[in-house]
């Protein structure tokens, strides 16, 4: 099975075909996805799209859910690890 090559916070990452954006970050080593207004850390909840907590920058997009976007290659991923 091919990698796809993407970037997670200024890091590159190797993963398999068909790996969901949400698991590549978990597969970084970290969970968090994003923040909230007052900063606390957030992650995935649901997996399915509904809670709206796995939002990421993807490619300068901005509030992509991660666990319904599929890893490709060169995509550039900021989370609210990235962020103070
Ligand atoms: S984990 Fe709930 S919307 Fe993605």
């Known amino acids: 099975m091919t990698d796809v090559v993407l970037n997670i916070n200024g890091h590159e990452i190797h993963v398999a075909q ?3 954006v949400a698991a590549a970050i978990a597969m970084a080593g970290s969970a968090l996805t994003r923040r909230s207004v ?15 907590e796995c939002r990421v920058t ?3 997009r901005m509030h992509q859910l991660s666990c319904q976007t599929l890893c490709a290659d060169g995509m550039c991923i900021t989370t609210g690890e ?3």
Do not use: E, T
């Open 58 to 60: 993807i490619d300068g």
């Open 18 to 20: 068909g790996v969901s």
């Open 38 to 52: 007052r900063g606390a850390a957030r992650a995935p909840l649901c997996g399915m799209g509904v809670c709206q």
């Open 82 to 84: 990235a962020r103070p």
